[in-house]
């Protein structure tokens, strides 16, 4: 019995100590697989850079803003010298060549809907050299650059390969002539400022005066116009203290509107120059702010009074 228990026993004692060297290795192992680097096998580039690294570190700061400072002064008087610039310049140059004779070069330029605006002026202002690459054509700007002429409303500028840039403008209506204390200029039916500049086929236009007339005169001229036998006469549409309007007449006549029903007031107006021939008197001034009584002025200075009587005069 006693062989049987010790050699039982001695044979635990020998697995016990085989599977404690077992986890011994086991342990070993997988320290040696993630507790260890493995040596880099990298080639002289990668070692020129782990070398730059280790000098451009923060441990060296001052080296780093030192060469810094060095690369910025390069830089600076490159730029200044221009050669930078010339050397853009003559590259940039080179491709347009190169893109040109291959095709791309802009050759033709095709304008449509300009009217008062010369050729010469939008091919100035759109700023496209012959030959230049249609790649490198800035629309964007060229189209601003339009937008600036006088009489240029709207503008669409196109590229049609493979060497045509297509323009295409809308530009303003001129709606009436306005003498402001700088001069004569032509201006929009919104009141838009267009050009003080060869005024001369506008002399038909309306006369505006006044200040801030060219806003707000659309209105009143549209009302006047319907009225022919005042249009046919009327030399200028007086704005009046940003409030009201005057009608200047030929003969130096003027006439007095209020500031609201001056509607219905030129209808009067209307059926005094038509019906009473009032423009045939020695007249300076016709007054017809109150509705109930009408003012005339005579050239003498002399004033008469007329009353309203369904909105007629007597």
Request: without cysteine; positive net charge.
């Amino acid at each position: 019995m006693r062989s049987v228990s010790q050699a039982q026993k001695s044979r635990e004692g020998r697995a016990r100590q085989g599977r404690s060297r077992a986890r011994g290795v086991t342990r070993g192992a997988a320290q040696q697989t993630f507790g260890r680097r493995k040596k880099s096998s990298g080639g002289p580039l990668s070692r020129l850079f782990a070398s730059l690294r280790a000098v451009l570190s923060v441990r060296y700061p001052m080296l780093v803003m030192t060469l810094g400072l060095i690369l910025l002064t390069a830089l600076a008087a490159l730029f200044a010298s221009g050669v930078i610039g010339r050397s853009i310049h003559r590259t940039n140059a080179a491709v347009d060549a190169v893109i040109a004779d291959a095709g791309f070069g802009i050759s033709r330029l095709h304008l449509g809907g300009n009217v008062r605006t010369a050729p010469a002026t939008i091919q100035a202002a759109l700023g496209f050299e012959p030959g230049q690459s249609i790649f490198t054509a800035d629309l964007q700007d060229a189209r601003a650059r339009l937008l600036r002429l006088p009489w240029v409303a709207k503008a669409e500028v196109k590229r049609r390969y493979p060497d045509d840039i297509s323009v295409r403008i809308v530009e303003k209506q001129p709606f009436a002539r306005w003498q402001s204390l700088s001069g004569l200029y032509v201006v929009e039916r919104s009141g838009g400022l267009i050009t003080d500049k060869d005024l001369g086929p506008f002399g038909k236009l309306p006369l505006l005066a006044g200040d801030g007339a060219p806003k707000v005169a659309a209105e009143f001229v549209d009302a006047v116009a319907q009225h022919r036998a005042i249009v046919a006469r009327v030399q200028a549409y007086q704005y009046q203290s940003r409030r009201r309007w005057n009608l200047l007449l030929d003969d130096g006549v003027i006439v007095k509107l209020p500031e609201t029903g001056w509607r219905k007031q030129l209808d009067a107006l209307e059926y005094l120059i038509v019906d009473k021939g009032i423009l045939e008197h020695d007249l300076a001034e016709i007054d017809l702010r109150s509705p109930l009584h009408y003012f005339f002025v005579t050239k003498s200075g002399e004033q008469k009074e007329k009353k309203i009587e369904r909105g007629r005069a007597i």
